[in-house]
């Protein structure tokens, strides 16, 4: 499997995106936020739109969108010009009903829009590994620098915001951090299928971590490892890679949760 | 930079604030608490004192009046990292699993740098913070596995590790057995004065805090009462802690 370029570029970017995911989807998790990374693919689709009605490379329009729109929602969230489900309707159905209409005048609906939402091995290149690797890296390192403080806002958001801590700043870093991994992993694992991956991992693992800290690693684990089996049946199969990677993660779900029963009764 | 002692640490002029047009929340509220004073602010729920609360730490701004911090302008109060809460354990933190140290952990992020790891110094705070609600032995357990009395101490070692020269708390024995409300109560007023911070108590139930407060503020739409609790009128007093005063 990985004497196959398309693999060990698909491999190399899923290992980046499996553990970028959870990393962000943690901190969305723990603030019941779990769904707005589906609000936010939904905006990517129609940055991949509008990078075919342009004639730019839809991963660069559909990250660009990805973020903006994670932003908005976090934006709307704070001012309370919307309830935070509310927000992310608006967010979730203009970016779909966008997407539909912008793709539908580029004449782009056709197998390599459904690669985006779906993901595909197949289309990930040396250029998007080397993009995907940079950005990647850069939003892991700057979770790991200000780890200590995005904790703090999630433990006690009024108590930090009460002594002086930039929560919103905070707050709005974890919202294009969001639009960043999406914007990323799309290729991947899919438009539809990504907020999966930033979720499910950090569900898993809080069934069997013992602490924040914990939470964060296990998940990252879990990402990964989510990543590399789902990609391997996509493989053998010839199955969509988004689907393989997200019932992965399921899987694992399944696994926490029994050592968890199993704990319970010793 | 020292806090300016010149000033109440906490002073509310002719504050009126209402949600909605014509239903006011609170109407013409004067309060100042002086440095160093333990003040219990109680009254009926939705009787304003969250909102006298919110106002008073600049997260909300009064309709009139003024709110002011250590003599600054309450909404721009400059020296935040002087400042601990303690909110309603209902808006507490997350679903997840998250350790003691954690939790406390999050009160030294108003210190110093955000980046990065806990410093030396940062550590010793906080481990000095857990021995002074007694949860040594529980540092590194999950909160989910402590008791409601438990947790709330982890959430005062949090606000202290902050070393505040202010501390409010907003509800903090809601959900708390009575004689837990008591103990939390006594390990309140003993840290607040080895420590010298100006702590406002804010309670429906203030049964519990009621014999060591120095000041009670009433609030009912407005202040009813401010003064001793000695002086409270009988029929005020909180039923649920009628051994405060045998």
């Known amino acids: ?266 | 930079m020292p806090l300016d002692a010149r000033h109440p640490a906490i002073e509310l002029e002719d504050v009126s604030f209402s949600y909605r047009p014509r239903q006011p929340v609170l109407t013409g509220v004067d309060l100042a608490v002086e440095e160093g004073e333990f003040v219990a602010v109680a009254g009926p729920n939705g009787g304003g004192k969250t909102t006298l609360v919110r106002l008073a730490l600049g997260l909300a701004r009064p309709q009139s009046g003024t709110a002011r911090l250590y003599g600054e302008p309450a909404r721009s109060f400059s020296r935040r990292d002087a400042l601990g809460y303690v909110p309603q354990r209902a808006q507490l933190g997350t679903q997840g699993p998250v350790t003691v140290r954690e939790v406390v952990s999050a009160g030294r992020l108003a210190r110093g740098s955000l980046l990065g790891p806990l410093r030396r110094g940062d550590r010793a705070i906080v481990d000095e913070a857990i021995a002074d609600v007694g949860l040594t032995a529980l540092a590194d357990a999950p909160l989910g596995n402590l008791s409601g009395g438990q947790q709330q101490r982890a959430f005062i070692a949090k606000a202290f590790a902050g070393e505040p020269s202010l501390l409010v708390l907003d509800e903090p024995t809601a959900g708390v057995d009575a004689e837990s409300q008591d103990a939390l109560a006594r390990l309140l007023d003993r840290l607040r004065r080895d420590r010298r911070v100006t702590t406002l108590y804010v309670s429906h139930e203030f049964g519990a805090v009621e014999d060591i407060v120095e000041r009670l503020v009433l609030v009912r739409g407005g202040i009813v009462f401010d003064g001793p609790p000695r002086t409270l009128p009988a029929e005020w007093h909180d039923p649920s802690h009628a051994h405060a005063r045998d």
């Open chain 1, 1 to 266: 499997m990985l004497e196959t370029e398309f693999m060990r570029l698909a491999f190399a970017t899923g290992a980046v995106v499996g553990l970028l995911a959870p990393a962000v989807g943690f901190f969305l998790v723990q603030r019941n936020m779990s769904l707005i990374g589906d609000g936010i693919g939904h905006t990517a689709f129609a940055g991949v739109a509008v990078g075919y009605l342009l004639g730019v490379a839809p991963v660069v329009t559909a990250l660009l969108a990805a973020v903006a729109g994670a932003v908005g929602v976090e934006w709307l969230r704070s001012r309370r010009r919307a309830a935070g489900d509310q927000a992310l309707a608006l967010l979730f159905y203009t970016g779909l009903a966008a997407g539909v209409v912008l793709a539908s005048s580029a004449g782009a609906f056709n197998v390599d829009l459904f690669s985006f939402l779906f993901g595909s091995i197949l289309t990930v290149t040396r250029g998007d590994l080397v993009l995907v690797t940079v950005l990647g890296v850069g939003g892991l390192v700057t979770i790991g620098l200000l780890y200590r403080a995005l904790a703090g806002v999630v433990v006690d958001e009024e108590g930090a915001r009460v002594a002086g801590v930039p929560v919103a700043a905070l707050n709005v870093l974890v919202a294009g951090l969001a639009g960043l991994t999406i914007g990323l992993s799309m290729q991947i694992v899919g438009i539809l299928l990504i907020a999966a991956l930033m979720v499910l991992p950090v569900i898993a693992a809080g069934r069997v971590a013992w602490s924040m800290r914990s939470s964060v690693l296990l998940a990252m684990g879990i990402g990964v490892a989510s990543v590399f089996a789902g990609l391997t049946v996509a493989y053998y199969a010839d199955l969509p890679p988004g689907g393989a990677i997200v019932l992965a993660a399921a899987a694992a779900f399944g696994v926490t949760s029994l050592l968890e029963a199993a704990r319970a009764h010793r």
